[in-house]
């Protein structure tokens, strides 16, 4: 049964997908959907991308609740393509390839999935069901004895939170102030955002902010306290309302350690209370205690601890090994100093003699005079230890271990005990283990696919620069630096820091500085970086930004000197830097092809408009086009000979590079032409004859061609030419508004012109006005300004000085449309000054 459904739509562009990834994540968030929000997530990117990317037709997006699991519907409008008709076995054959990609994710990750097709669109769907989860009354847990109980203080303290709709702490009890050291007054109306130390890997929970959207949470995190130090905690959140209906949400806080205070039971079929008879007690729950812990982090947490206390232990580790059982990674402590974290690693053969292995169960009188022999205990304080293999299958799994700082503590008894405990939780702990990778690996999926689209939607080096750090922090690291690289001589350049702690961005940044900056070596991987860990005491790795068989720059990532990286987040953090890298070293390239073409362009502009005696002369130019300068449109002020100056203003036909070769060859032929004394009917054809030479690459061009000759009375004898360009036009002081040349055919169609010239003179007040036809035939829907508007704007303009005069013609073109211009614009203004009074 439907219980609730969300809707949207999609335009066929490239940011929808991101849209409809925030649209499903929001809506399932809200629903409380949490554990499949990751997969859900990805399968409606790969649909809507092959929706609005691929078929370019819009995408309606449909989420529909049900009471065990979410229907996702992804419908597009172009039901002619079908599902691929090859077999099974190469369908989903390669991983890579675009096409079917959706499909195949879909034949992963869904519960079920089809596709359904009606005359007008085609429907992808998938169904992801719900986990199961325990059901039913609640039930007391096992009587066991009194030392396998729940640790806690002598006095609990349980920190009692209330929080705003906002997420701002709006009342703060006595013993939240004990926990976490912030009076009241401190600690009332700053966002638990603030104060929480929420886990940041990808996968493995639902941040902050979502978490205080659920009717009910419960979960750790860290609380930062007033010294600074992360407390870890146990917590549970419920959301309430008011008598007038306001929400808010109560926090209950213990120490981590002592979660049981809180943790929820497990729930049991209500059919179990009718069972009279005894059962007998489950090793696992004896040991672990009841309810188990349902996450790996306090599964592990809560095995070190009853390990500790049933040999009566200083302190406890466990680690779990690494996929090829070579490496043991920390994972949960008790009892060591805060240097011993989580996701250190050790060797599984620390020595040559079986007490040296973690395959095998040890006791140690004394570590002390074997030094190495239980690298995670060097310079603890420990000298007794025993330590025994976790299991599946023959396979080694982790290691449990204990140790006293007395020497000669325990015996073969006491490793018989312990191995007895781990072979009871060894399946468990490793059950858990398997489906935290798997979130971890889903998550991770979820990730990359956001971080690709990030990284796609720009071209600007600076921005992606500052998105690579940005999705490293906090997500992998607590600080990263990009360095990078220009060539092969050149040494790395710290070009962009970022903290989870802003206030920190710059004495890190000065800390780096005075670091010498990591090798670029080729080497895929992260390799650890001593400089920079030993300079801001954190451990620190660098990976190389390789793109193109080069590096191309250095990612760096820190953590807390105490904290360790996990080796799935460094793994995850080389699939970024790959992508990272590709786009960074495309942003380079289309940088430097963005300048070139900017100098070529520039090249083909004139380098300025001559002053000529008793003259205004203004031009305007706009070119087409992002990062155009130069398009089809063009002009020229030229000096010929004394008291002769030549000026042009033509369109070549088209936009763009093309058309700015032949705008150039345009150019330079009219000034060289010009200057050999050439008149204008004789310099036009001339030019015509150059760009028929040029066969297929030529284009026709409309030209206004003149040449202008200053009188000593004031005025302006001019000679022009129209050879298929608008007409310039001439303001009277008067405000009349008349054609100064007649239409003649235009360049680069015909062979045989017969072109003419016309003469006349400006007299002093008036004005005459060039443009292209992107000034004439600016639209908008059907109506286009035309030569009837651009007279009726000229006639305005009486009075004006030519800088004026051109551009009142430029903001009345930019006023007729909303849209931006799609052709090159180009204006040249003539003027003869009126004499002043007096003069």
């Not at 982090?297 to 059982?325: C, H, N, Y």
């Not at 235009?746 to 006005?769: A, C, K, R, S």
Request: charged content about 25%.
């Amino acid at each position: 049964m439907i219980t609730a459904r969300a809707a949207a739509s999609f335009d066929p562009v490239g940011r929808s997908v991101a849209a409809a990834r925030t649209f499903v994540r929001d809506t399932l968030q809200g629903w409380g959907f949490a554990d499949i929000v990751d997969d859900a997530v990805v399968l409606t990117s790969e649909l809507v991308t092959n929706a609005v990317v691929h078929a370019g037709t819009r995408a309606e997006v449909l989420c529909l609740r049900s009471e065990d699991g979410v229907r996702v519907e992804v419908a597009d409008q172009y039901p002619d393509r079908a599902l691929p008709l090859t077999p099974p076995a190469r369908l989903y054959a390669d991983p890579d390839r675009e096409s079917g990609r959706g499909l195949m994710l879909c034949a992963a990750l869904a519960t079920r999935w089809g596709v359904e097709y009606t005359a007008a669109r085609k429907h992808v769907w998938f169904r992801l069901d719900l986990p199961d989860r325990p059901v039913g009354t609640r039930s007391a847990g096992p009587v066991v004895p009194d030392q396998l109980l729940p640790l806690a203080d002598t006095r609990v303290r349980v920190a009692v939170l209330q929080l705003d709709a906002a997420g701002a702490v709006t009342s703060w009890n006595e013993d939240a102030e004990a926990v976490f050291g912030y009076p009241a007054e401190k600690a009332l109306g700053r966002p638990l955002s603030e104060l929480a130390a929420w886990p940041q890997t990808p996968g493995t929970g639902t941040g902050v902010a979502e978490a205080l959207r659920l009717s009910r949470w419960e979960g750790s995190y860290g609380i930062r306290a007033a010294d600074g130090r992360v407390v870890p905690v146990y917590a549970s959140h419920l959301r309430v309302r008011d008598a007038q209906g306001e929400p808010s949400t109560v926090c209950l806080l213990v120490h981590d350690d002592e979660r049981a205070i809180l943790q929820s039971p497990t729930r049991v079929p209500a059919d179990d209370a009718r069972f009279t008879e005894p059962r007998a007690a489950d090793p696992f729950e004896v040991f672990i205690g009841s309810p188990a812990p349902d996450d790996l982090d306090g599964l592990l947490q809560r095995t070190v601890e009853r390990a500790r206390d049933m040999l009566d232990a200083d302190s406890a580790f466990l680690l779990l090994a690494t996929d090829d059982e070579t490496e043991l990674e920390v994972r949960a402590t008790t009892g060591l100093p805060s240097t011993r974290q989580r996701f250190a690693r050790v060797p599984v053969e620390a020595g040559t003699n079986r007490f040296g292995s973690a395959r095998m169960p040890a006791v140690h009188d004394d570590i002390t005079t074997t030094p190495g022999a239980v690298p995670l205990l060097d310079a603890t304080g420990m000298r007794s230890v025993v330590t025994v293999p976790l299991k599946v299958e023959g396979r080694l799994t982790g290691s449990l271990g204990i140790a006293a700082e007395i020497p000669g503590r325990y015996a073969n008894d006491d490793a018989l005990r312990l191995q007895f405990a781990a072979d009871r939780i060894a399946l468990a702990v490793e059950s858990a283990r398997l489906g935290e990778l798997e979130r971890l690996r889903r998550g991770s999926l979820s990730f990359l696919v956001e971080a690709s689209d990030l990284l796609a939607g720009t071209l600007d080096r600076d921005q992606t620069l500052a998105l690579m750090a940005q999705m490293t922090v906090p997500t992998l690291a607590t600080w990263c630096a990009v360095y990078t690289i220009t060539d092969t001589a050149s040494e790395p350049y710290l070009s962009y820091v970022l903290h989870e702690d802003e206030d920190r961005i710059d004495d890190l940044k000065a800390l780096l500085s005075r670091v010498e900056p990591p090798d670029p070596v080729t080497e895929t991987g992260a390799r650890p970086w001593q400089a920079a860990a030993s300079a801001v005491h954190a451990e620190t790795v660098v990976l190389p930004l390789l793109a193109r068989n080069r590096v191309i720059g250095l990612l760096t990532l820190g953590k807390p000197h105490q904290d360790h990286f996990r080796q799935e987040i460094l793994e995850l953090a080389e699939d970024l830097s790959r992508r990272a890298a590709l786009a960074l070293d495309n942003a380079r390239l289309y940088s430097e092809r963005t300048a070139i073409s900017r100098s070529l362009q520039r090249s083909l502009l004139p380098p300025g408009s001559p002053a000529i005696p008793g003259m205004e002369v203004e031009v305007i130019y706009r070119a087409a086009g992002e990062g155009n300068e130069v398009g089809g449109d063009f002009y020229d002020v030229f000096p010929i000979r004394d008291g002769a100056y030549g000026f042009a203003i033509g369109d070549v036909c088209g936009t763009g590079p093309e058309a700015a070769a032949v705008t150039g060859l345009a150019r330079h032929a009219l000034r060289l032409l010009a200057r050999e004394g050439l008149g204008g009917p004789a310099v036009l054809e001339r030019l015509n004859a150059a760009i028929l030479d040029e066969g297929a690459r030529s284009r026709f061009l409309t030209l206004l061609y003149g040449e202008l000759h200053p009188q000593p009375e004031g005025g302006a004898l001019m000679k022009v030419v129209c050879a298929g360009h608008p007409l310039p036009l001439r303001l009277r002081p008067d405000g009349q508004v008349l054609p100064a040349a007649d239409p003649q055919p235009l360049l680069g169609v015909i062979d045989d012109l017969d072109l003419y010239e016309q003469t006349l003179t400006l007299d002093p007040g008036d004005v005459l006005l060039c443009v292209t036809d992107g000034v004439t035939e600016r639209r908008e829907g059907s109506r286009m300004l035309g030569d009837d508007g651009l007279s009726d704007v000229l006639s305005t303009c009486t009075g004006l000085t030519a800088g004026a005069v051109a551009s009142r013609v430029l903001r009345a073109v930019e006023r007729f449309a909303a849209e931006p211009a799609s052709d090159d614009m180009a204006i040249l203004a003539f003027r003869v000054p009126e004499p002043r009074t007096g003069d």
